[in-house]
């Protein structure tokens, strides 16, 4: 079976400041891919960043990165000089192949602060 | 352009209405999702269609219905509805193939509101 973990409720950080948003999974499956969403209180699911289980480079959008520790099972988003507008709920979320169920941790309610 | 479309925003109904919902995506994806999230938990899979066709029901009530009249458009029909089915319903959809292009992609979602 396929489980996310996201062991921060809550986060706060000041306006600038880089932000880690931890992510661990298991799967026994080789091929699967990892996914980070963004949900505002408007309630959007916004996609973020995706890392495919061969990619042998993190990856990168913009400001968010993904630390892909593949030995470690983690994959950890990082938002580099974090805004105001990045207060939100984050979800980490996992996909096998040939799976189309997507399976979501319990997310990190992250919060910027001026 | 990446963008899901659903309607109504919000919907307040009686237990005894009959009432649907509805999405729209013009990205050419042939898989389309229906979610349910409770406040501050994760969204919960109800539908999968891929190709027009049901592909996952995770035991949902039959008081949800889903319909896919084509490609671009997914429809949720509700009809005696309890106040535990109040939630926030998301629906997604996504290419199907290689994992690499199968990131599902939100629509804004419809609040419901039983009473």
């Known amino acids: 079976a396929q489980k996310i973990t996201q062991t921060q409720p809550g986060m706060f950080v000041q306006e600038k400041e880089a932000v880690t948003l931890d992510c661990t999974y298991d799967?026994?499956?080789?091929?699967?891919?990892l996914f980070w969403y963004k949900q505002p209180s408007s309630g959007e699911m916004i996609f973020l960043i995706y890392q495919g289980s061969y990619d042998q480079q993190n990856a990168t959008e913009g400001r968010y990165s993904l630390n892909f520790q593949k030995a470690r099972k983690s994959a950890n988003l990082v938002i580099s000089a974090s805004q105001l507008g990045d207060s939100a709920m984050y979800f980490c979320?996992?996909?096998?192949?040939?799976?189309?169920?997507?399976?979501f941790g319990q997310g990190t309610r992250l919060t910027i602060n001026p | 352009d990446t963008e899901v479309t659903q309607t109504p925003k919000h919907l307040v109904m009686g237990m005894t209405n009959k009432k649907s919902l509805k999405c729209e995506q013009h990205?050419?994806?042939?898989?389309m999702y229906w979610y349910k999230q409770k406040a501050k938990k994760p969204p919960e899979l109800m539908f999968v269609?891929?190709?027009?066709?049901?592909?996952i029901n995770e035991s949902v009530p039959s008081r949800f219905s889903p319909e896919c009249p084509n490609s671009s458009l997914l429809n949720l029909h509700l009809h005696a509805l309890q106040p535990e089915d109040s939630a926030l319903y998301l629906c997604?959809?996504?290419?199907?193939?290689?994992?690499?292009?199968?990131?599902?992609?939100f629509g804004p979602g419809t609040r419901l509101l039983v009473l």
């Open positions: 979320a996992m996909r096998t192949q040939g799976a189309q169920k997507l399976v």
């Open positions: 990205m050419g994806h042939r898989a």
């Open positions: 799967t026994s499956d080789p091929s699967y891919g």
């Open positions: 997604a959809s996504s290419q199907v193939g290689r994992l690499a292009v199968e990131t599902q992609y």
């Open positions: 269609y891929s190709y027009e066709k049901l592909s």
